[in-house]
Nanobody, 116 residues
């Protein structure tokens, strides 16, 4: 069973920052996408940011200019979230996709709460 290890969630004041990290097993090969999704109460899960093929990044419009996704190795992905607002409050999920075989893996989720 593939387990993604997430860390970095918590409570932060509006305007503050958080850094989320996710590590996939080194035994997981042919990773072609790593990213973060989030789900707020009563809402559908949505893409926050993703790295494709190790270098191409895409972001949700709502986080552009505030969030940065990066990867310093083939099996880790980080999300730097700045200028946080209460609207960023959600459970954040790490996502990894492989090409051979084509599969999707999800982390257990980490809570991010932005509140004063």
């Amino acid at each position: 069973q593939v387990q993604l290890v997430e860390s970095g969630g918590g409570l932060v004041q509006p305007g503050g920052s958080l850094r989320l990290s996710c590590r996939a097993p080194r035994s997981l090969f042919s990773i072609n996408a790593m990213g973060w999704y989030r789900q707020a109460p009563g809402k559908e899960r949505e893409l926050v940011g993703i790295i494709l093929s190790g270098s191409i990044t895409k972001y949700a419009d709502s986080v552009k200019g505030r969030f940065t996704i990066s990867s310093n190795s083939k099996n880790t992905v980080m999300l730097q979230a700045n200028s946080l607002t209460p609207e960023d409050t959600a459970v954040y999920y790490c996502h990894v996709a492989t090409s051979v075989p084509p599969k999707h893996y999800w982390g257990q989720g980490t809570q991010v709460t932005v509140s004063s």
